[in-house]
T-cell receptor, first 115, second 113 residues
Framework: GESVGLHLPTLSVQEGDNSIINCAYS??????FIWYKQESGKGPQFIID?????DKRQGQRVTVLLNKTVKHLSLQIAATQPGDSAVYFC??????????????FGKGTHLIIQP | DTAVSQTPKYLVTQMGNDKSIKCEQN?????MYWYKQDSKKFLKIMFS???????INETVPNRFSPKSPDKAHLNLHINSLELGDSAVYFC????????????FGPGTRLTVL
């Protein structure tokens, strides 16, 4: 079946550096993409989202890039801080058609911030 | 105030037992969800529910059943628990638009012995 996945299970970066987390998706009909952050022992927390009619969206220290041609999504975190250490998931919702559909999550990337 | 809450936080039980996990949201949302996160951190939708419709992931065994006494609550009942049911279960809620953010609860870690 079609799925959303991540390239790297673990990413280690130095504090203060920028990090990039990648995600590949296979459903070309996907319309809406979200990045979630999950800290140890907690539930996923919304970071940023992007619709398929956009290529880039920026938040506070985070940027999401969407390349529909190669079905690739990335999350850039600027000037990483210790609190950024977590598992990051990309997720997508099905094409418009039902507001009650759940999210399809990728496998997750564990971001480790080295002091 | 906690937006989405779940009880209990931890649940340890024997195979074959029946158990329930409760979920409450105070966000005024009309759609709630249950997700299962396995030992490899993979999150998978189990159910989504609003006051009109229950959508069930076809891979979920019928031993699992959601029950919603009102819009703010969606409880998960599990019958005849099996070892493979051990996981972390997350409740979430959102408004009904498909681009509306889903807010997750803190999770319930279920261990079946």
């Amino acid at each position: 079946g079609e799925s959303v996945g991540l390239h790297l299970p673990t990413l280690s970066v130095q504090e203060g550096d920028n990090s990039i987390i990648n995600c590949a998706y296979s459903n070309s009909a996907s319309d809406y993409f979200i990045w979630y952050k999950q800290e140890s022992g907690k539930g996923p927390q919304f970071i940023i989202d992007i619709r398929s009619n956009m290529d880039k969206r920026q938040g506070q220290r985070v940027t999401v890039l969407l390349n529909k041609t190669v079905k690739h999504l990335s999350l850039q975190i600027a000037a990483t801080q210790p609190g950024d250490s977590a598992v990051y998931f990309c997720a997508e919702t099905p094409s418009p058609g039902g507001g009650a559909d759940g999210l399809t999550f990728g496998k997750g990337t564990h971001l480790i911030i080295q002091p | 105030d906690t937006a989405v809450s779940q009880t209990p936080k931890y649940l340890v039980t024997q195979m074959g037992n029946d158990k329930s996990i409760k979920c409450e949201q105070n966000l005024g949302h009309d759609t709630m969800y249950w997700y299962k996160q396995d030992s490899k951190k993979f999150l998978k939708i189990m159910f989504s529910y609003n006051n009109k419709e229950l959508i069930i992931n076809e891979t979920v065994p019928n031993r699992f059943s959601p029950k919603s006494p009102d819009k703010a609550h969606l409880n998960l009942h599990i019958n005849s628990l099996e070892l493979g049911d051990s996981a972390v279960y997350f409740c979430a809620s959102s408004s009904s638009g498909y681009t509306d953010t889903q807010y997750f609860g803190p999770g319930t870690r279920l261990t079946v012995l």
